[in-house]
């Protein structure tokens, strides 16, 4: 069964940093893509960044290009989100999620985990 | 960006009522559109990819439908867990973008 587990939010302040976690299990980590998907109170989703299965390729959304790093360690099947400069909109709950690979093409987001809240405020 | 243009934002159906909800795209995405179910408080689950492939596991009343700008998610007959909120998704191109939702309650 596939488990992805988010950790490392918090109460943070403006322009201070914050690194979030997600532990995969029940599935081999090197052989997906992965990314952060986030959501703010009350409203919808929003893409944040992705990474390839072997982390040599990422991108990143305008609203975080600059600020967020995305980043994975195939060896301990964990994905990461490096928060810096961060922003009062930046306050969401943030999932980590997984592609579904079938007949040759990656489809992503098809895996997710519980989410882990991040408050930005003074 | 490709903007996801979802219809209609609210839906009130009755159990056994047939639901469709759609999602315009700015451009032309191909077949590159999926479809998400979020129960309150839940993390958005998958439902279709590739626009019309149903995620396993996922019950046979839901369907998806459409290529290149104009796609339909359907439920086939409504059944009171269906109450939740419903995004599409089109991964054509960077950055991936999500339509703003489709809120389902029973009438």
């Known amino acids: 069964e596939v488990q992805l587990v988010e950790s490392g939010g918090g109460l943070v302040q403006p322009g201070r940093s914050l690194k979030l976690s997600c532990a995969a299990s029940?599935?081999?980590?090197?052989?997906?893509?992965m990314a952060w998907v986030r959501q703010a109170p009350t409203k919808g989703l929003e893409w944040v960044a992705s990474?390839?299965?072997?982390?040599?390729?990422?991108h990143y959304g305008d609203s975080v290009k600059g600020r967020f790093t995305i980043s994975r360690d195939n060896a301990k099947s964990t994905l990461y989100l490096q928060m810096d400069s961060l922003r009062s909109e930046d306050t969401a709950t943030y999932y980590c999620?997984?592609?579904?690979?079938?007949?040759?093409?990656?489809?992503?987001?098809?895996?997710w985990g519980q989410g882990t809240l991040v408050t930005v405020s003074s | 960006d490709i903007q996801m243009t979802q219809s209609p934002s609210f839906l009130s159906a009755s159990v056994g009522d047939r639901v469709t909800i759609n999602c315009k795209a700015s451009?032309?995405?191909?077949?590159?559109l999926n479809w998400y179910q979020q129960k309150l408080g839940e993390a958005p689950k998958l439902l279709i990819y590739?626009?019309?492939s149903l995620q396993t596991g996922i019950p046979s009343r839901f369907s998806g439908s459409g290529s290149g700008t104009d796609f339909t998610l359907t439920i086939s007959s409504l059944q009171p867990e269906d109450v939740a909120t419903y995004f599409c998704?089109?991964?054509?191109?960077?950055?991936?973008?999500f339509g703003a939702g489709t809120k389902l309650e029973l009438k």
């Open positions: 999620a997984r592609d579904l690979y079938y007949d040759g093409t990656y489809y992503p987001f098809a895996y």
């Open positions: 029940g599935f081999t980590f090197s052989d997906y893509n």
């Open positions: 990474i390839s299965y072997g982390g040599s390729n990422t």
């Open positions: 451009q032309n995405i191909n077949r590159y």
């Open positions: 590739n626009a019309n």
């Open positions: 998704l089109q991964h054509n191109s960077w950055p991936y973008t």
